[in-house]
């Protein structure tokens, strides 16, 4: 007996348009998995240079870790959502960082199960964050 997830990939946010099926396999799980613990990385390297940014060096180890998680990502999108280098090109023209790194999120996320809506509260919540706060203090 052959039991496969199929999850629905919505790609609206990356100017894509059609959601995209996929397989939730143990493989693709550890393709995320992989893809979250570099973001994590490169941002404990943000962290820890943070403090170091007055040094040419620093910024330069920065940038290139930065590019290279850069091209990490696409090759992950690219791997796990079966793109054509066509499409990865509209992506690279169509979106900045923020938007890709939520997207990367959101993928990871519904690879590893998390359905739609939860992955959508979850972000809403997070967009309310200090902004939000401080409207809602009658809340708190």
């Known amino acids: 007996m052959e039991v496969n997830m199929t999850v629905k990939i919505n790609t ?8 995209i099926n996929i397989h939730a396999t143990v493989g693709a799980v550890d393709k995320a998995d992989e893809m979250m613990i570099t973001l994590l990385s490169l941002d404990a390297e943000f962290s820890k240079s943070d403090k170091n940014l007055d040094s040419s060096e620093a910024m330069l180890a920065v940038l290139k870790k ?6 990490k990502i ?3 999108l ?7 280098d ?4 509209m992506i690279k023209e169509r979106v900045d960082y923020q938007q890709l790194g ?7 996320n519904r690879i590893k199960g998390v359905p ?4 959508q509260k979850a972000v809403n919540n997070k ?10 203090s009658s809340d708190q």
């Open 86 to 89: 066509k499409q990865v090109d």
């Open 12 to 19: 609206k946010q990356i100017g894509l348009g059609k959601p």
């Open 74 to 76: 696409f090759v992950f």
């Open 102 to 108: 939520s997207y990367i999120s959101y993928v990871c």
């Open 66 to 71: 930065e590019r290279e998680v850069n091209k």
């Open 127 to 136: 967009k309310k964050g200090p902004k939000g706060q401080g409207e809602k």
């Open 116 to 119: 739609e809506d939860t992955h």
């Open 78 to 84: 690219q791997d796990v959502l079966k793109l054509s």
